[in-house]
Structures are given as C-alpha cells and as structure tokens.
C-alpha cells in the first residue's frame, strides 16, 4: 500500500492516511508547530489578539485572515532568520464576529475586514536544534498591505481611461488589494500575489465585460459598497478595472510602494511563478481559476541585474512592465477522447499533444502594442478574457498553480476541477481536459520547444488524473496505482530541493479532509505519489513550501462549512474547544533533525 516509508529521495516517509480528523495529522516521526495566527501582532504598537474587542486599527498590525500563498526568503545578517510574506486572500466574517448579521454589517466589521486583507510580511526565527519556527513581532521590516494600501499601477493599461476613477483621475494610484491567492517568489528577490475573486467585493455591475468577470449587478456579499462608494460600480465603474492584477511587493523595503502589473493581463489570477530565459528574462506562468477559462505566460524583454543597491532593485522592479503576454492553445493528437475508465489511454495511447503561446500584448519603453483584432492594447490588459476568447485559446478545468520544475524546466500545471464540463451546450472533454463533470481534477506536465523558457511551442501531456485510485479514470503517470494515496482537487503546487512536485488541495471530492501530498516526476518512481499532511475540519491546504529540513503550509478557513459561526464552531483548531477557529500557518519538520522525506 501507499503506507510505506520507502520512496524516492525527498519522499522516504509513511504516508497519512486519509482522514476527516479535525487537526493538522503529519507523519510518524515527524513534528509541528504553529508559526502564526490571525490576528497575532506584527507591528509595533499593536494590541494582542482580542477577537471580542477586534477593531480596524488592531487588525492593521495584525496577521490578516485566511492565509494563502507563502514565501519564506532569506534574510542576510540576520542568523537563522528569514522573511516569511503570506497572502490573505478573503474574509470570513461569519467566523470572525459573533452574531454577524450579512444583511448588515456595522462600519467597523467592514473596516476591520478591510484590514484582515491584503498581505503580511513578517520575520520568522528557526529553532537552534529544531524545525520549529516562530515569528518576530516588531520587526522593522514587518509590514501590512490591506485592502485601502497605496499601490502603484504599470504597464500598458496605467493611465488609461479604462482604469480613471474619480478619486484617481491619473489612473495610477490604487488603494489596496483584494483576494490574493496563491503566488510566486522572482529571482530578484521579491514576490508576486494574484488577485483572485476580485468580482465578489464590486456591486450593480452592468456591462458584458463586467460579466465576463462574474461580476454581480446586484449588491455584493459584503455590503462595502455601503461604507466606500467604489465598490458600487453604478457610481464609480472603473473602479474593478483596478483589480485582477499581479501584484509585486519588494518585502526588504517596507517603505516602498507595492505595483500592479497590467502587462500580465487582468483576470482571476490564481498565482504567478517566475523562471529566467538562458538571457536572464523573466517569464511568468499564471493562471485564471475559472471553470473554461486559460493560462498565460508573460515573456520580458529586459534583463535581470544582480545585486542589492538600490539602483539594481530599482532596475528589477521594472522588469514585468516590458514584454510580450501570451495565452495557451493546446491540441490534441488523437481525437477527441474521454478517459474512458477501462483504464487504458485511448486514441495513440497517450493523452499529450502540442501546444502554442499565441501572443496577446507587446508592451515596450515607447508604448504597446495589441495583437488581438478589434482590441487595443489597453483593452487587452484589462479584459483579458475577452482577447483569449478572440483568439481560440483551450478552456481548461480551472488553471491553478503552475510551476517550473527548477530540475528539469518542465512546467507543472493544476487544473482543480469542472463539474461542468461536457454538462449541456459546456465544452465536451478534450485531451487535455479528459472527464467530463471533472470532479477531482488533473495535472498537466508541460515541455517547453528546446526546454527554453521563451519558446512559442510547447509539447504537453497528463501527468496525474485525481481520484481514488481504484476508479479506472485516474492515471499517477504510470505508477501502480495500488501503491498511491488517493488524492483530489489539486491547488497550490511547489518544488523540494530533489524536483518533487508537492501539491496541496482545495475542496478535495473523496469525503476526506484536503491535504498535502509529494510526487516524484522522474526516475523509476516517477507518479508515486504520497500524502504528507492533512488538513482539520472545513480548512483547505494552501501556499506550501518545501525546504530541506521544514515544510510550510498555510491552513486556510478552517472550521469553513455551511451554517458555522462563531457560537457554532465547525472547528476546534488550533486553539481547542471554546475558542474562535484561526486561519493559521504550520511548520513541519523531523523529530530526529533529518531532512525531509529522507
Ligand atoms: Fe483561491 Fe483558485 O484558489
Ligand atoms: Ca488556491
Ligand atoms: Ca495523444
Ligand atoms: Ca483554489
């Protein structure tokens, strides 16, 4: 069974067994504990954690709501020290006031959510003899974004009309970000956010391009659009022009004003991962979680400088505002087929096939160009979909993470699901989207044409079809499927120091809690894949890191399920009975000071 300690290098521990257990279970021999806390303080002047007394002011010096993405990055004179920035992608109010009443929220439970938005950035300290990790309030380069922060708008769309607002009539200057997802650390030392659902916090929408985007004409869940006037579209309709971006954030100057990057594109953007051409460009891959929608990859024209001055990081922060956006076709090579569940590869025996980046948007030094008819360049980089729609792009199962493999240059790309596909006139499974109503999702493995990061051509095939692996339509890249965990939904990827994939799920479809899980992509092992933690009631597994002698992992929304509030808890974690449930982050490590998995 899937319950051994044996595996490839990386991935030598027994394996959890799925669970619906309400706590973080880890493997025998290994240790957690929890790093941080909603609702911990920060930054100076910040009051502990009072959740009957929680105020907007508190909250902005705070540890936000619902963790997601997390970067840990290195912290140079500082011994044993590093920068973990985490994303806190929404709020649950019902779980974080008692006797919330949704139909009317008060001032300050808006403003307060306002505040548990956004992003953190706050220095963490190992443990001399241990993977424990604990966090270092005050700080001074501890810092919060909200969702009312000062951000700096680039690229081609900045300026524009399409992105003027009455309270910004350059077009340049936005307050705040929303619903940052998942992300991705550059080479130059910063990290990027995607903002996600962006849609739900606008209200009266009444454009098609706002419906493209899934926003509502009605009000919205929230109600902010009561208490700030931007979130009502009937009055201020550009306003959600100013969010669905890549957002950068320079974690080692928290003077500095973080961007928004229009050259990227704008739709629900899941993450972005950043990778250099053998020239020293950045390309990013990114995708739009969405049922049919695409994922894109971002190729720059200017080089990374290395160094610390500031002039250097000056430079690099330049470095997504020039380059070319591209979105996905994928083609099939076979006809189109269905995983069939005799669990055999129809058609030529295998579900691969090529694939193309078909340019979107230039954006130079002089200006931009648009290669899409009938779109300028500055439509393009704020309805996005619609250009992919123009230009045939492949619908997909719900693009998530995407990932190169540091190893091999080979991109891993997340599809969580589509209960959708192939129901009424939707699109019917295709080859690289083979179930129709896909529950439990797939992982695609991308090659690059001559393995550069550049290339317009692309070769692709299945890597993984979750499932339980007793059901005939999964596939674990070739490995016995009696020798796998069973695995659904896959979310966030990343990579540990050998080139496993690791990957944490979201809404995981088998009755079991969502978790996290290793996977080798090459050698003999290759598709043996094995479940490492998992999550408590209600949580999704998010913004894992992989490093040699910890695991990090953010526990977002536990206690999350329908009906739960603050008086009828659907958690107890991690503070136990009585207590508010707490989106938190988790370290791993072994017992016995080992590296992971080894
Ligand atoms: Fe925020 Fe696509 O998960
Ligand atoms: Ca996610
Ligand atoms: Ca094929
Ligand atoms: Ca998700």
Not at 302 to 315: I, L, Q, T, Y
Not at 393 to 419: C, F, Q, W
Not at 498 to 511: C, E, M, R
Request: aromatic share 8%.
């Amino acid at each position: 069974g899937y319950g051994t300690g044996k595996g490839a290098r990386g991935l030598r521990f027994t394996a959890v067994a799925p669970n619906t257990a309400d706590t973080v279970t880890i493997p025998d021999g290994y240790k957690q504990n929890i790093v941080i806390r909603w609702g911990e303080p920060i930054l100076r002047g910040a009051p502990a954690f009072d959740p009957e007394k929680q105020t907007a002011a508190a909250q902005a010096g705070q540890f936000g709501y619902n963790n997601d993405f997390l970067s840990l990055l290195p912290l140079p004179g500082e011994h044993n020290r590093q920068i973990l920035v985490a994303n806190h992608e929404y709020t649950d109010e019902v779980l974080m006031f008692r006797g919330y009443d949704a139909a009317n929220p008060t001032r300050e439970q808006v403003e307060i959510a306002w505040a548990a938005h956004g992003l953190s950035a706050v220095v963490v300290e190992g443990d001399r003899r241990s993977g424990k990790l604990t966090a270092v309030p005050r700080h001074r380069l501890n810092r919060r974004v909200t969702a009312t922060t000062a951000f700096r708008l680039t690229g081609p769309a900045a300026g524009s009309d399409l992105v003027r607002t009455s309270a910004d009539p350059t077009g340049r200057k936005v307050l705040g970000t929303l619903n940052n997802c998942s992300g991705g650390t550059t080479p130059w030392g910063t990290t990027l956010h995607g903002e996600e659902n962006f849609n739900q916090y606008f209200a009266n929408a009444s454009r098609t391009t706002d419906k493209r985007y899934g926003i509502g004409t009605g009000a919205s869940e929230r109600k902010w659009e009561r208490f700030d006037k931007r979130f009502d579209l009937a009055q201020e309709p550009n306003e959600a022009h100013r969010f669905g971006y890549v957002v950068e954030l320079d974690p080692y100057d928290p003077d500095s004003t973080p961007r928004k990057h229009t050259a990227l594109g704008r739709f629900k953007h899941e993450g972005a991962t950043v990778r250099l051409t053998r020239d020293g460009r950045p390309v990013v891959y990114t995708g739009d979680d969405e049922r049919f929608d695409y994922f894109y990859k971002f190729v720059g024209t200017k080089r990374m400088k290395h160094g610390s001055s500031r002039a250097v990081r000056e430079h690099n922060l330049s470095l997504l505002d020039e380059g070319t956006l591209y979105v996905a076709k994928l083609t099939g090579d076979s006809p189109a087929i269905e995983i069939d569940g005799t669990g055999k590869l129809p058609g030529d025996g295998e579900f691969d096939g090529s694939g193309e980046w078909i340019p979107l948007v230039t954006a130079t030094a002089k200006g931009a160009v648009s290669h899409v008819e009938g779109m300028t360049a500055e439509e393009v980089c704020v309805f996005t979909r619609l250009a992919g729609d123009k230009v045939g792009a492949t619908k997909m199962d719900r693009p998530e993470d995407i990932e190169p493999n540091p190893h091999t240059g080979k991109v891993y790309v997340a599809l969580t699901n589509n209960s959708n596909r192939g129901v009424g006139t939707n699109a019917k499974a295709d080859e690289a989207n083979p179930r129709n109503a896909n529950k439990h999702g797939h992982v695609l493995e991308l090659t690059e044409r001559w393995n550069r990061a550049d290339s317009t051509r692309f070769a692709w095939s299945l890597f993984l079809v979750a499932g339980d692996p007793n059901d005939p339509a999964t596939y674990f890249a070739g490995f016995p499927k009696d020798k796998v965990s069973p695995i659904s939904c896959p979310d966030n990827v990343a990579f540990d120091p050998y080139g496993n994939l690791w990957i944490s799920t979201d809404g995981a479809q088998l009755g079991y809690h969502d978790g996290l899980f290793g996977v080798a992509t090459r050698g003999e092992r290759r598709g043996e894949l094995k479940q490492f933690l998992t999550m408590p009631n209600g949580a999704e597994t998010c913004g894992p890191v992989v490093q040699d002698r910890r695991v990090l992992v953010a526990v977002q929304h536990p206690g999350e399920v329908d009906g739960a509030t603050v008086d009828k808890p659907a958690s107890a974690w991690p503070d136990g009975p009585g207590k508010y449930v707490r989106p938190s982050v988790v370290a791993v490590w072994r017992a016995d000071g080992g590296d992971i998995g080894v």
